[in-house]
């Protein structure tokens, strides 16, 4: 027994009861005291082991600070030994989330009873991983085939409920879960029912099932191109359907430690703690507590205004939608009316969820409603005087503990403050569109902002399931001060001698969701056109950065909305096709700047796209606008398509190794345009002493 770990005998009952915060994860002391429990119970005159958790859930797997050091004893797989050869039968009791191996170690146990709101799954795909303590030998032989391939392949966790229908759990409680366990336990004795392993349960591919596994290759590849552990995880599979159990165990393990091995794995874990790490902000007085949030009002009806409201009113919040008009209103609703109809369609929300909803928001075109709100985000037009304006009316309006946001891309926040007679209370809430499905939401301190009001927004941002990052004020805020850098060197890419696609596919095979190009064409082309109408010659920068788009914008390309951009897209599937009239305009317009075309490699391409990233990232972190480098990746793979296999910019540049990436920007000034190559000097000065990226904050 170890602090983490209890036993107590209830009559003829054994109780292992781990307590291990935050989420009992198996650390080297639960695995001890799961032993020495084990040990106790074996001697003493109990006839039946129940095995549960204190605190908010049941074990959530493997601790996953121990990965990448060296393993300490006992190993998981003794503890799962020790379970199975236990003599007496033992009972896992599941609350809360039993994942990865928490769920494995349940499977070993001879009885498994979960409370109705429980959650079981095997997320270790998240983490580049696949299922190391049995998972993948053991779930297949209680759920078949079909099942285990989708569960471990995708990650996803299912509902008690759907867990006894798979022949996970034997059963599911309403109840108290304690007495339920003692109940179940007393019903075990009173039939005499005895150890039951999982292993025993025989497993045999056939001939459907080899379909099956071909199949599932073969989507998988598509849909999650370049991961390898989902492939490992289908060897493994493979393996519990061909082979004897122990055999097939140490498949797995094989299959594992390469998962391990494998620079994906270190990627993923890095998001994961790179996702919770971006949700605390620096220098906050500890006490700070966030402010109760429950009417929140939106401001501008169109396509990001009506998104944020449908994750407030997702969320259950009382959303007031306001509009200048009634027509702005009728459009917004319809607008949101259409894509919760998409969405029953498609079987992914019910009519009756969408009538919730819908019930949790108002559009009115009368300000006054925003009275009482406690939040009130801005989401007009990219105009630094009609959005002054709009604060300047809130200001009037609301009370003065409301706090007031913008959604605005690039406008400064303290201009908006400067309006209002609360500054500390002002503060910038970046959604990135389409607002409903994106979960990255950049938080932006403005000069003022005070820590309750900067608490809050993360707070509210986390209620309706974004992923929130803290950035400091600049032009573009973290991603898109990026993202320019990105976009420009895409572009010389075209112009120096690549095609669109070629540039498109170059990243898309890299692992980005999208292409550079086709992100363009989706966007609008005309949107930075029409900014750049308002700049002088100066502002613009070289025309070589965007001549291109000014002539395709010219020619009538607006992109996807006009059925052509950098591509021509089929009207009935949108699949984009490459079109011998951009190749002309592109041949055009390089000679009209006086370039010989030449050939490029994918790999400069990526190099060149992903190191401008990495490069700017250091300079965004070196002034403080982000907190820590890993806020940078969480932007970049939430917000940008970036592949979380690759961890987000920073850690592709630290992966890379910091010398080699200075080595590689200093070529680029060197045979590029050496203004668009300033190497950043934190990179220089952490290449240089051996630093690290991860300190620099
Ligand atoms: C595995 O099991 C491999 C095996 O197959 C084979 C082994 C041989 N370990 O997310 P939260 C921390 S792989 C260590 O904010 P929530 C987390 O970092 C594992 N720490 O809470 C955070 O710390 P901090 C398979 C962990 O309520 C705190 O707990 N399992 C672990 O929103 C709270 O986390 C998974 O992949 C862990 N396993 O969500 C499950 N899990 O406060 C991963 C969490 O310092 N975990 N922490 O920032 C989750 O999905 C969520 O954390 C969970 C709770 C749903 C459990």
């Not at 580049?128 to 391939?149: C, D, E, S, W």
């Not at 797995?252 to 874990?269: G, H, I, K, V």
């Not at 709100?373 to 037009?381: C, G, M």
């Not at 002002?426 to 301190?445: D, I, K, T, W, Y």
Request: aromatic letters at 6%; one cysteine or more; proline letters at 4%.
């Amino acid at each position: 027994m170890t602090a983490s770990v209890s036993y107590t005998v209830t009559g003829q009952i054994g109780n292992i009861v781990i307590d291990s915060p935050p989420v009992n994860a198996l650390s080297r002391a639960v695995r001890q005291g799961i032993i020495e429990c084990l040990k106790v119970a074996e001697a003493d005159d109990t006839e039946v082991v129940v095995l549960r958790c204190e605190g908010r859930t049941f074990i959530a797997g493997a601790d996953i600070t121990e990965f990448g050091k060296p393993p300490q004893a006992p190993a998981l797989a003794t503890v799962l030994e020790a379970l199975e050869s236990h003599p007496k039968p033992v009972v896992a009791v599941i609350h809360g989330t039993a994942l990865g191996g928490g769920l494995e170690l349940a499977l070993c146990c001879d009885y498994r009873l979960a409370a109705a709101t429980a959650k079981v799954g095997l997320p270790e795909v998240n983490l580049g991983l696949l299922p190391g303590a049995g998972g993948t030998q053991r779930l297949p032989r209680l759920t078949g085939l079909k099942m285990a391939i989708d569960m471990i392949t995708s990650g996803r966790p299912l509902s008690a409920g759907d867990a006894q229908a798979a022949g996970i759990v034997d059963e599911v409680s309403d109840d108290d879960l304690q007495q339920a366990a003692l109940d179940f336990a007393g019903e075990l004795l009173s039939r005499g029912a005895g150890k039951r392993l999982t292993r025993d349960i025989p497993f045999q591919l056939n001939d459907d099932d080899t379909a099956l596994l071909s199949g599932a290759r073969d989507t998988i590849a598509k849909r999650l191109k370049g991961q390898t552990a989902p492939q490992r995880i289908l060897d493994c599979l493979s393996a519990a359907g061909t082979v004897p159990f122990e055999d097939g165990l140490k498949v797995e393990r094989q299959a594992f430690e390469a998962c391990m091995a494998d620079p994906q794995s270190s990627a993923l874990r890095h998001q994961f703690f790179a996702e919770r790490a971006a949700a605390k902000i620096q220098g906050m007085t500890p006490d700070t507590e966030a402010q109760a949030v429950k009417h929140v009002g939106i401001i501008g009806a169109g396509t990001m205004g009506g998104g944020i409201a449908m994750c407030f009113a997702q969320a259950g919040f009382q959303v007031t939608l306001v509009d200048q008009d009634q027509e702005g209103i009728d459009r917004g609703l319809g607008t949101i009316r259409k894509n919760y109809d998409i969405s029953v369609q498609r079987g992914r929300l019910s009519s009756d969820q969408v009538t919730g909803y819908l019930a949790n928001l108002e559009a009115t075109a009368d300000w006054q409603a925003l009275k009482g709100a406690d939040l009130i985000i801005e989401a007009v037009f990219e105009n630094l005087e009609l959005k002054q304006q709009v604060f300047q009316r809130l200001d009037e309006i609301c009370d003065a503990r409301t706090i007031l946001a913008s959604n605005t891309s690039y406008q400064s926040i303290d201009a908006l403050a400067a309006v209002t007679n609360r500054p500390e209370r002002v503060v910038g809430m970046h959604f990135f569109s389409p607002a409903n499905v994106m979960r990255l939401l950049e938080v932006v301190r403005g000069g003022a902002s005070d820590d309750t009001t900067l608490t809050t927004a993360m707070a509210v941002g986390k209620q309706i399931g974004k992923v929130c990052v803290l950035s400091g004020m600049c032009y573009g805020f973290i991603g898109n001060r990026m993202l320019r850098h990105y976009g420009r060197e895409a572009a010389l890419c075209v112009m120096e001698g690549a095609s669109p696609a070629q540039v498109d596919q170059a990243m898309e095979q890299w692992g980005m969701a999208m292409g550079p190009m086709a992100v363009g064409d989706l966007a609008g082309l005309d949107i930075g056109y029409r900014a750049r109408e308002q700049l002088s010659d100066e502002e613009k920068g070289p025309r070589i950065n965007y001549l291109l788009v000014d002539r395709l914008v010219e020619a009538g390309r607006l992109g996807q909305k006009s059925g052509a951009g950098y591509y021509r897209y089929d009207p009935e599937t949108r699949a984009r096709q490459e079109d011998p009239v951009v190749a002309d305009i592109i041949e055009a317009t390089r000679a009209e700047l006086g370039i010989t075309a030449r050939e490029l490699t994918a790999e400069e391409i990526v190099d060149r796209l992903t190191l401008a990233l990495a490069n700017e990232g250091a300079r965004i972190l070196e002034e403080g606008i982000a907190q820590r480098a890993s806020d940078i990746d969480v932007v970049y793979c939430h917000g940008y398509g970036f592949p979380r296999f690759r961890g987000g910019p920073m850690h592709a540049a630290e992966a890379r190794g910091l010398s080699s990436v200075v080595d590689r920007i200093t070529q680029f000034r060197q045979t590029l345009n050496p203004d668009n190559w300033a190497l950043a000097p934190l990179l220089e000065r952490l290449a240089s002493n051996g630093g690290s990226l991860k300190d620099a904050s």
